[in-house]
Structure formats: C-alpha cells, structure tokens
T-cell receptor, first 110, second 112 residues
Framework: RKEVEQDPGPFNVPEGATVAFNCTYS??????FFWYRQDCRKEPKLLMS???SGNEDGRFTAQLNRASQYISLLIRDSKLSDSATYLC???????????FGRGTSLIVHP | NAGVTQTPKFQVLKTGQSMTLQCAQD?????MSWYRQDPGMGLRLIHY???????DQGEVPNGYNVSRSTTEDFPLRLLSAAPSQTSVYFC???????????FGSGTQLSVL
C-alpha cells in the first residue's frame, strides 16, 4: 500500500460545480498535512495547510479525519482557473521528509 | 524576500556532459531537497539536507551529487548526464519538520 494515495482523476466538472478530493495516508504518526496546487510543468504551490479542526479559505475547505486517516479538499463554485493538479502532502513528526501523493487532476469546463 | 531561487529554467545537455543545478533560499530554512518529476510518476526525492554539512540520499539518488556548504545553497550536480535524467527538477525547502514546503520554479532538463 502506498503511503499517501490519491485518485488521479481526472475530475471533469462544469463551472460552478462543487468537487471534493480525498487523500488517504498510511502512517498513523503523521502530524502535518497540506494541499498543494500544481499547474502543468510549474512548481507546486501551497493551497492550504490542513488543521485538525478543519479550515476554510474562500471557496476551499480542508478537513482531516485522523480516525480514518484521510484528508479532504472541497472546492465550491469551481472556476475555469481551478483546473490544475492537486497534490496531497503528509509529514510524519519524526522525519523531515514529507510524503507526496501523485496528485488529482481537476478539469473545469465552461 | 526572494524565497527559493532555482537556476537555470531550461537546459539541454548531451549524453556524458556534466552540469550543476543551482538552488538558493533566503529564509534560513534547515531543510532543503531536490525532486524530479516525470509524467505519471509524481515527485520523487533525489537528495536532501537537514543543515549545512549534512546531506542524505532520497528515493532516486543515482547519477546525482549534492553538497551543503552553507544554509542558503544546495546545488545538484549531474556528473555524466544520461537520457534517463531528462525530467523537470524542483528544489524545495522548509523551516522545520512539520512546516510547509516552498518550491523553486523548476528546471526543465533535456539530455540528448
């Protein structure tokens, strides 16, 4: 089983739709969780950190479920500009090395 | 505050040539790392460093060397380039173990 797993997609949604991605992790000692956005052949950019209580940033909501060992990202009112690959990144407290999921591709169409 | 600066943006090499990819950060980050990204493969860790004078191998270290003589700089050396090293390379740094990663803008390398 991979340490961090994501559905590669693509998720193909119309503008204005709500879409959700999940990311499962296998290391129960994981302590830090992030969602990054990556556009084609560009560097990943931090979208949001994920906190235990869940957090929201505009149209984006991130949740952490420690019991089931997954994090989620909800995007409301999708825009064409949201089309990208969304990477889940998980860090275990004892290690400097974060673990990346392979990413979920989102395509928002008119 | 420049963040993570990575050069060059593009490079074409012939098989057997050597080169150095430069990475510098001005955020006083302990951790620096190099990744390569190939289609369908996700980001794979090449080498990393947790401080000046300390480096270690990642998942795909063969064919690459690194050094960390200062906190700011973490160059990646290709000793004898091979076509299998054609990829997009990213440098990344973070302040501490549970902190977010900051990425450089990437180097697109082609080895002919």
């Amino acid at each position: 089983r991979k340490e961090v797993e994501q559905d590669p997609g693509p998720f193909n949604v119309p503008e204005g739709a709500t879409v959700a991605f999940n990311c499962t992790y296998s290391n129960s000692a994981s302590q830090s969780f992030f969602w990054y956005r990556q556009d084609c052949r560009k560097e990943p950019k931090l979208l949001m950190s994920v906190y235990s209580s869940g957090n929201e940033d505009g149209r984006f909501t991130a949740q952490l479920n420690r019991a089931s060992q997954y994090i989620s990202l909800l995007i409301r009112d999708s825009k064409l500009s949201d089309s990208a690959t969304y990477l889940c990144v998980v860090g275990a407290g004892g290690s400097y090395i974060p673990t990346f999921g392979r990413g979920t591709s989102l395509i928002v169409h008119p | 505050n420049a963040g993570v600066t990575q050069t060059p943006k593009f490079q074409v090499l012939k098989t057997g040539q050597s080169m150095t990819l430069q990475c510098a950060q001005d955020m006083n980050h302990e951790y620096m790392s190099w990744y390569r990204q190939d289609p369908g493969m996700g980001l794979r860790l090449i080498h990393y460093s947790v401080g000046a004078g300390i480096t270690d191998q990642g998942e795909v270290p063969n064919g690459y060397n690194v050094s960390r003589s200062t906190t700011e700089d973490f160059p990646l050396r290709l000793l004898s380039a091979a076509p299998s090293q054609t990829s997009v390379y990213f440098c990344a740094s973070r302040l501490g173990r549970n902190e977010k990663l900051f990425f450089g803008s990437g180097t697109q390398l082609s080895v002919l």
